[in-house]
């Protein structure tokens, strides 16, 4: 699965980067803003199948984001999981109300997130055999 991690905090970004290797997806893009990340993407020659993403960061923060990428054909239907250390419910409401398909807080349990990556292949596995039908 091709993952990009998105995160102001390069310490974060760090640990998902080494989390996400050993629960089994080495594919994985860092980015320390919306702005890289949507670089990265366009400079990309397949779309990413998983975004991880904080909320907290300069410029356009995660919910903006996560609302401007489920208007890109390419990630209309894409997992999305935050990873953030917002844990007040309004955040959490903005986030899927925005098109997040799943929320992990800060600190982040290392099994819960692999449990999240699991579920987001299941999603991208569901979706190609809709697509075939």
């Not at 366009?42 to 904080?54: G, V, W």
């Amino acid at each position: 699965m091709k993952i990009i991690a998105v995160d102001d905090d390069p310490a974060v970004l760090e640990i998902l980067r080494l989390l996400v290797a050993k629960a089994g997806h080495p594919e994985i893009t860092l980015a320390l803003s919306a702005g890289e990340a949507l670089e990265c993407m366009t400079q990309s020659r397949r779309p990413f199948e998983c975004i991880l993403l904080d909320i907290r960061m300069p410029g356009m923060d995660g919910i903006e984001f996560c609302d401007l990428l489920r208007r890109l054909p390419d990630y209309a239907n894409c997992p999305i999981i935050m990873v953030t250390a917002m844990i007040d419910q309004k955040f959490v409401d903005q986030a899927y109300q925005a098109g997040a398909t799943d929320y992990v807080t800060k600190p982040f349990d290392v099994h819960e997130l692999t449990s999240r990556l699991d579920v987001a292949v299941r999603l991208l596995e569901q979706a190609r055999v809709d697509c075939r039908c």
